[in-house]
């Protein structure tokens, strides 16, 4: 499958639409359909259940996207978040150099290179220009990805402010807020959900890598000597998350990392098999007690933790679960699309988990003359409860396609029975298969084949 026809499916049926389209776009930037959105709210209900509500002693946040800056000071990001930058001097186009690497061998990493060893390997290989195929490239110079602004009126150094490049930074800054409203022992989690903003300077594949994106991020905070065994059962929990998504686990493999960041003691990604090949898609990192101890350098606010059991005092170490929730979606499309070859037919089936899918349940009048009626009166009262869709148009085996190709697990038809017996014919959207179901039991067998 070709990220295209992602594309092109996602526009045609609301799910995501091109930012700005009536003004000719903004680049790499998407806006959510009324299909998407819907997605995307599941998709972070299903992540707050598993990593907040139902994870033990772990605390929801929601914290500012602007934040002080000496929080990105403390955190590494003004002196070290930056990507290798190299222009092409004839037709002006600019390139990660690390990715002019990636793409053309898979002998070196570009990782472990610095950026005049990046620099002579590109020269010496005469890897071409992705634009114009010569090979005359500038310097590496290195680019911060943080987008700036200022606020107030008066523009100057000390008005500068960031717009925040992970949400991270949020929980470490919330870490004894927490801990103490909460009256909480380690170990326990603070996650959220929330807008991060890079300048990347090679965004693209759709919504793979954007500048602006939501992510889903967990920390776990404990104790120096149960953090590996944290961070395995943090890599496990997000491979079983997404097992439980519907994911094909084909399609997903563990990546751990050769080169870690500084603060990092092991980091593994889960990488998906998206159309452009495996890439990653879901980070869990051990980050010791880097992030606290440079708070607290930079705070000059103590971040120890007191043991109320010993008395001990210490720094925790953190467990970090990093998903972007666009990223996720893309791949959870890209696995359910489907082009199905049926006798007469092909058919175009989006099989997600029904507890994705952006409509639970479609009302179908079979004949709009003599059934709608009833089937308005049903939509109101399911619509109450589930995200539903009511259509009358065209042929009942139109109306079917086009619910397949949404991903509407049921659709429920209205018929004469429905007003001589009481019944309505629900069909499956994977098997096509219809059953007969009392009106009176609609509501508890669309909650069972809806649940996670
Ligand atoms: N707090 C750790 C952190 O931010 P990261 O690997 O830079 O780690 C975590 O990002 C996740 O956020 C990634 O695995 C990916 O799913 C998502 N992500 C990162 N950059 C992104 C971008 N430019 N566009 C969309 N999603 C992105």
New binding site residues.
């Given amino acids: 499958m070709k990220m295209e026809q992602i594309v092109n499916f996602c526009k045609n049926y609301g799910f995501i639409f091109p930012g700005s389209e009536i003004y000719g776009g903004l680049a790499n930037t998407w806006d959510y359909g009324p299909l998407g959105v819907e997605l995307k709210n599941n998709i972070k209900k299903a992540w707050w259940q598993k990593f907040i509500t139902e994870n033990d002693n772990s605390y929801g946040l929601d914290a500012a996207i602007f934040m002080n800056p000496e929080v990105w000071k403390a955190s590494g990001h003004i002196s070290s978040f930056t990507d290798p930058l190299i222009d092409c001097k004839d037709c002006k186009t600019r390139h990660r150099a690390d990715h002019l690497i990636e793409g053309f061998t898979d002998e070196v990493i570009p990782d472990k290179m610095t950026d005049e060893e990046m620099v002579k390997y590109i020269t010496d290989n005469k890897i071409p220009c992705p634009n114009c195929g010569k090979c005359n490239y500038t310097d590496i110079r290195e680019f911060n990805l943080m987008f700036e602004t200022s606020r107030g009126v008066v523009k100057d150094s000390t008005s500068k402010v960031y717009l925040r490049?992970?949400?991270?930074q949020g929980e470490f800054v919330n870490f004894l807020n927490v801990q103490r409203t909460m009256r909480t022992k380690i170990p326990f989690g603070i996650g959220q959900i929330g807008k991060?903003f890079?300048n990347?300077i090679t965004?693209g594949n759709f919504?793979?890598?954007?500048?602006e994106?939501e992510?889903m991020?967990h920390q776990l905070f404990c104790k120096e000597g149960s953090d590996s065994t944290f961070y395995k059962e943090y890599k496990e929990k997000a491979w079983n998350f997404l097992l439980n998504l519907g994911i094909n686990e084909k399609n997903i493999q563990f990546h751990d990392h050769d080169k870690l960041s500084h603060y990092a003691k092991e980091a593994c990604?889960i990488e998906y098999n998206f159309p452009f090949g495996f890439s990653?898609?879901?980070?869990t990192?051990n980050r010791t007690n880097y992030d606290l101890s440079r708070h607290q350098e930079y705070s000059k606010k103590s971040m120890e933790y007191l043991d109320p059991e010993t008395g001990e005092k210490y720094i925790p170490y953190v467990i970090?679960s990093?998903?972007?929730c666009?990223?996720?979606a893309l791949a959870l499309l890209c696995d359910a699309y489907n082009e199905e070859k049926l006798e007469n037919d092909t058919r175009e089936v989006l099989k997600l988990h029904p507890y994705l899918a952006p409509y639970k349940v479609a009302i179908l009048p079979l004949v709009k003359k003599y059934h709608s009626e009833k089937a308005k009166e049903l939509y109101k009262k399911l619509t109450k409860h589930f995200v539903s869709i009511y259509d009358e148009t065209g042929s009942i085996g139109k109306r079917y396609r086009r619910e397949d190709a949404i991903g509407t697990p049921l659709c429920i038809t209205i018929d004469d029975n429905t007003e001589k017996e009481g019944t309505v014919t629900i069909r499956d959207r994977d098997t096509m298969k219809q059953e007969i179901v009392k009106l009176e039991d609609i509501e508890e067998y669309i909650n069972k084949r809806i649940s996670l």
Avoid: K
């Avoid at 490049?165 to 991270?168: D, F």
């Fill in positions: 490049p992970e949400t991270a991060a890079r990347e965004p919504t793979f890598r954007t500048i994106f992510q991020e990604d990653e898609l879901w980070g990192h970090e990093s998903v972007g666009d990223r996720l």
